[in-house]
């Protein structure tokens, strides 16, 4: 994880790459634009060198034309005549003056476009005695011989103006820099609509890998970045944060019911309670499936922390409406705080999420503080969870025991409850509520359900024969277990493999399993009994009050709770409770098992209500296997 000095700094770290890549854009304009300056400019110079060539050329066959025609009046002496022939220059505009020289070098006749008295009335006074041409940068000077019949009669001197040169190369260099000019502007144009789209892709993207798809809060990266910031902030101002770890209960039995696109609605919801609770200070972030993240700057105590807790809570008290049904939902949530719970990024995210499924184990809907002791909690079910994965991959700790099922009518043995037991050689007896709870949260329970299934199939195959009567053995499944697409294919495989007759297993539901399951679950259940097996509700009376899935699925029998057995039969609720569940099972041809029996008369008791199978310490406790064939001879 990357961390940052703080929120100020975080935009100056983003806003960097915007900057350098601005100075590249205005660098690689300038860049082009000099490019295009300095090819005006040799295109100028290449023209210059080239129109003056030109013009020395043409002005030499210029002069020469001239010289020739006027070579008679040079040799007759004829001034009129040779001033009226150099007259006819000024149809050159070029041309500032014109003269003739005889052979001494004095000037014969003379043009001048305009009055130039410093005209050289000498040929020596031209500097160009002995050079034929010389050119500066303003005037072009050129010499050319006059030759009589046999000899050399005068010299023809004429200066020309450089002016029409500069004015052409000005007009042509104004022209390539006008065009440059507009190919510079089109190309800046397109750059910088290139480059706003460009930045408008990037903010885009920025947006896109800090914002949470489904909820529109920010996602765990963004989560990571402010984290980061806060805590750095917080070092550096001696200033505490706090973590606040939210998880919905039981989302994935909802999410499974209504659909995915549902749960992405509900999630939504959720996001934008949760919001409406939040001060502006604080950061809100979804992990990711059901979790969500709360990051704020502790300026409160911790009363006012457990109460913002408590708040947050509150936000899952009245019904959510999603896909036309209303869904009671809860959650849990831990909280933990920096410095005083964790010195670093990481361990405060780990202490927020032990908190939190501290509260789930208390059993949720409520609003934990993180304290130091958990963390030995969490170790251990690490270590649990560890164990357990060994365990399934070929271990030997895990055992079944089985708890006997004896007829009310005539005491005889009718079967076995089979009960997962699991000695570790370094966890030492780690009770089945503890190793079922870690199953679930990470994920082994089915497994471990299958291995359950599979064992007790095994056992109550090699037991049958035994006994006068066949010996049925009972299974509970997890709400999971039956969710998996493979559940049925799974149970025919382990009864074919085991030779197990089907009627001789009996699986066991809690009616929360079911009403979490029940439209996923019903065609399962219904073809489990078509192959035989004998289906029970385990744990009767303590799961939801409506009765219609009792006729809705195919179900044979109904196990009072024990919290219903453990008072009679002194208590009149308990009395009117068991009475009514028996009355009612009875009356859906269901037979009725009571668990938990410990003592005779509680035993008798329900004998007279009409109970069909009786469990408990009352008869016998758990026992393995060996023992219970033992026990099953002895019968």
């Known amino acids: 994880m990357k961390s940052k000095a703080s929120p100020t700094s975080t935009v100056a770290l983003q806003l960097q790459p915007l900057l350098l890549s601005s100075k590249l854009v205005v660098t690689g304009i300038w860049t082009a634009g000099l490019a295009l300056l300095t090819v005006v400019l040799a295109l100028t110079a290449v023209d210059y060198w080239s129109a003056r060539a030109s013009m020395l050329q043409d002005s030499a066959v210029e002069a020469a034309i001239v010289a020739d025609n006027v070579s008679a009046a040079v040799v007759f002496r004829d001034t009129e005549t040779a001033t009226e022939m150099l007259s006819a220059l000024r149809s050159s505009s070029m041309v500032l003056s014109a003269g003739v020289y005889d052979r001494d070098g004095v000037l014969f006749a003379h043009y001048a476009r305009s009055r130039d008295p410093q005209f050289p009335t000498t040929l020596r006074a031209t500097g160009m005695d002995r050079i034929a041409e010389r050119a500066g940068w303003t005037m072009l000077e050129i010499t050319h011989p006059i030759h009589g019949a046999d000899a050399e009669v005068g010299t023809l001197y004429v200066r020309k103006s450089m002016e029409a040169v500069y004015k052409r190369l000005g007009f042509r260099f104004l022209s390539a820099s006008l065009i440059a000019a507009c190919v510079m502007a089109l190309a800046t144009a397109i750059v910088l609509r290139s480059r706003a789209v460009v930045r408008e892709a990037e903010n885009r993207l920025q947006v896109l890998a800090h914002t949470d798809a489904i909820t529109g809060v920010n996602n765990r990266h963004a989560f990571n970045e402010r984290l980061a910031a806060e805590l750095e902030l917080a070092r550096s101002t001696d200033q505490r944060v706090a973590l606040v770890y939210i998880d919905l209960d039981n989302f994935k039995t909802l999410n499974d019911t209504f659909g995915h696109a549902a749960g992405d609605g509900l999630l939504r919801q959720v996001a934008s309670r949760l919001q409406s609770v939040m001060r502006r200070s604080d950061s809100i ?25 408590e708040r947050i809570i509150s936000v899952f008290e009245l019904p959510y409406t999603e896909a036309g049904q209303q869904v009671n939902v809860t959650c849990s949530v831990g909280i933990a705080s920096f410095p005083d719970d964790a010195p670093d990024m990481d361990a405060l995210v780990s202490n927020a999420d032990t908190a939190m499924y501290r509260a789930k184990e208390l059993g949720k809907n409520r609003c934990v503080r993180f304290d130091a002791s958990m963390n030995q909690a969490m170790v251990r079910r690490q270590a649990i969870e560890q164990a357990l994965r060994a365990e399934l991959e070929g271990g030997h700790g895990l055992a079944l025991h089985y708890q006997p099922l004896f007829s009310a009518r005539d005491n005889a043995l009718v079967g076995a409850e089979a009960l ?12 089945p509520l503890e190793a079922i709870s870690v199953a679930e949260d990470c994920g082994l329970i089915v497994p471990l359900g299958y291995w ?21 053995v009972a299974v509970n499944i997890s709400a999971r277990q039956l969710g998996d697409p493979q559940f049925l294919e799974q149970v025919m495989d382990i009864l074919r493999a085991e030779k197990l007759p089907a009627d001789l297993l009996e699986i066991e539901l809690t009616e929360t399993v079911l009403m979490e399951n029940m439209e996923a679950g019903a065609y399962t259940l219904h073809r489990l009994s078509q192959l035989g097996i004998h289906l029970a509700i385990d744990d009767f009376g303590t799961g939801y009050s409506s009765l219609a899935y009792l006729r809705q699925l195919p179900m044979r029998r109904l196990k009072i709770d024990r919290s219903f057995v453990r008072d009679l039969p002194a208590q009149e609720h308990s009395r009117k409770i068991v009475t009514a569940i028996v009355a009612l099972a009875h009356g859906l041809e269901l037979e009725v098992t009571a668990e938990g029996v410990e003592t005779l008369e509680q ?7 009409g109970c069909d199978v009786l469990q408990g310490y009352a008869f016998a406790r758990p026992m393995p296997v060996q023992q219970f064939v033992e026990l099953q001879a002895s019968h």
């Open 603 to 609: 035993a008798e008791y329900l004998v007279e209500q």
């Open 420 to 431: 997962l037991r699991w000695t570790h050689a370094e966890l030492g007896n780690v009770s």
């Open 452 to 472: 359950v299934l599979r064992t007790a199939c095994r056992d109550a195959s090699r037991w049958q024969g035994r006994h006068a009567h066949p010996l049925r």
């Open 285 to 309: 972030s979804r992990m990711g499936g059901d979790e969500f993240a709360v990051i704020l700057r502790q300026n409160m105590d911790d009363e006012a922390l457990s109460q913002y807790g």
